[in-house]
């Protein structure tokens, strides 16, 4: 385990169990459609390669990176678009793929966005809800993992842009982010 860690949240068997549900629940929700899968870069990108590879549904997919943390461990609450997606999301059913809905700020920002480009559906699959930290009042339609106010990294989740490539999920020591 990484040193900065105290404990060990999913092991790389437990994501890969998850992401199967998770895949199996969207096979059966878009059975017969093409929709088009949307990675909220760049916490959700290993989450997301999982995720599409994993389904058996034909999808097409696209990047959005958002931002609204950067060294901070507290929401600036209002999310920057970094980078736009390259396709049109109208009249298209949308699988939005976030690895955690913290305040809910991305959430309501993407779904604000995609839903007034025309979306024909928009549905939002995370790997990690921390709902005793939501400040504006939102969902996703499935979660893999609900955890406690914990501040976790691996798996695409960081701390400062570190800790992004650790295969598995756990929690940073205090001591790291309050330094
Ligand atoms: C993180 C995470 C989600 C968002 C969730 O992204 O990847 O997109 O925060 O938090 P919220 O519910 O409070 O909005 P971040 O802005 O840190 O960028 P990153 O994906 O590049 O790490």
């Known amino acids: ?15 890969c169990e998850k992401v199967a549900k998770a895949a199996k629940w969207l096979d059966e929700k878009f059975a017969g459609t093409t929709p088009l899968c949307i990675s909220v870069l760049k916490g959700s990108v290993f989450f997301f ?8 549904t034909p999808v097409q997919i696209d990047f959005m990176t958002v931002s609204s943390y950067g060294r901070s461990s507290v929401s600036s609450g209002m999310p920057k678009i970094v980078m736009d997606l390259a396709a049109s999301v109208e009249g298209r059913d949308v699988i939005l793929v976030e690895d955690i809905v913290d305040s809910g700020h991305t959430l309501v920002r993407m779904r604000d966005l995609i839903t007034g480009r025309g979306a024909k559906s928009f549905t939002t699959v995370a790997l990690f809800d921390k709902p005793s ?6 969902k996703a339609d499935y979660s893999c993992f609900e955890i406690e106010d914990e501040f976790i990294v691996g798996y695409g989740l960081d701390y400062a842009q570190q800790y992004r490539n650790l295969p598995y999920i756990g929690i940073l ?7």
Do not use: F, H, W
């Open 1 to 15: 385990m990484n040193k900065d860690l105290s404990g060990i949240v999913l092991t790389e068997e437990q994501i």
């Open 49 to 56: 390669c999982d995720l599409v590879r994993a389904m058996k």
């Open 133 to 138: 930290r939501r400040v504006v009042p939102v």
């Open 173 to 179: 020591k205090r001591e790291i982010y309050e330094k």
